[in-house]
């Protein structure tokens, strides 16, 4: 399989690994939003959320809690951000379900993205054909 995040899961790619679990690992981003910011991935390779399990999705989660902390004391964040581009027009630019852990810092220059109205009446039906097509498992 030719994706970044598998090869540096068997080693064949170096990085810095962070944290290290039986089905998770996260390790630095090498082009950072600010210094410390973390990519967290499940070993096996998914290309997405979706597509991820809901065990490692958990062990995911349960990850990035234990690995966040430590992170903002070790660069002395303010804050961080936790984000997932989902698709190619959404920014994922790697194929294989991540996580990124981003500190953030007061001023330090970023921006989240602008919102924009609903036109009248559009959230309302907008609302209903998402619970529409929700599938509970
Ligand atoms: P995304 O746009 O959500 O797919 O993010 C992919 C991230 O992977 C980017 O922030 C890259 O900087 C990061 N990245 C790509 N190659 C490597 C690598 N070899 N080691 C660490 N991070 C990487
Ligand atoms: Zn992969």
């Known amino acids: 399989m030719d994706c970044i995040f598998c090869k540096i ?5 170096p990085s810095y690994k962070i944290y ?4 998770v690992l996260a390790f630095l981003d090498i082009t ?3 210094p410390g910011h973390t990519l967290v991935i499940p070993k096996k390779h998914y290309k997405n959320i979706i597509d991820t399990p809901d065990e490692l ?7 990035v809690k234990k690995i966040a902390p430590a ?7 303010d804050a961080w951000n936790l984000g997932a ?28 993205w602008y919102g924009k109205p ?8 907008v609302a209903q054909r998402i619970t529409d097509n929700i599938k509970i498992r």
């Open 9 to 13: 899961v068997t080693g064949e790619i």
């Open 20 to 23: 290290e679990d039986e089905n």
């Open 32 to 34: 950072p939003v600010n």
């Open 57 to 63: 999705l958990q062990g995911m989660a349960l990850a």
């Open 71 to 77: 992170i903002i004391k070790a660069v002395k964040a």
């Open 85 to 112: 581009n989902n698709g190619a027009v959404a920014g994922q630019i790697v194929m294989h379900t991540h996580w990124h852990i981003m500190p953030r810092f007061t001023n330090d220059g970023h921006h989240l």
């Open 118 to 125: 609903y036109a009248d009446g559009e959230i309302a039906e």
